[in-house]
């Protein structure tokens, strides 16, 4: 049992979209990530997600409305909801989902990450 710091762990990467583990529970993983533009419209069929803005604000675009979030705010996102979050200034969040959940849900390209860094 290890305590962490999220700060730390935020000062050791700078790239976008490239969710890092920093802890697991119970088969879910908590993940820390900094975003910057725009992702990929995706779904996860089989995986809710759970958003958490530590740092900055972002909008979570889907195909009927866009929510905007701002620090200390979170957002559950359903499996199977189709989504896309955007982001006009670097934003920090944390990430709860399963294991399983690959960042681009069932799409894979060049912002797919199949095996994420632990740190």
Not at 28 to 38: D, F, I, S
Not at 57 to 86: A, C, Q, W, Y
Not at 89 to 112: C, D, W
């Amino acid at each position: 049992m290890n305590k962490v710091n999220i700060e730390e762990k935020l000062s050791q990467f700078s790239d976008y979209l490239s969710p890092k583990i920093v802890g697991e529970l119970n088969g879910q993983q908590v993940k820390l990530a900094k975003l910057k533009g725009e992702f990929v419209w995706h779904k996860h069929d089989e995986e809710d997600e759970l958003f958490y803005v530590l740092k900055g604000s972002f909008d979570m675009e889907f195909r009927d409305k866009t929510v905007h979030f701002i620090e200390n705010e979170f957002l559950i996102v359903p499996r199977g909801m189709e989504h896309r979050p955007v982001a006009h200034e670097e934003v920090s969040i944390m990430l709860f989902e399963p294991a399983s959940t690959l960042n681009t849900g069932g799409i894979e390209n060049e912002m797919t990450k199949i095996v994420l860094e632990k740190l």
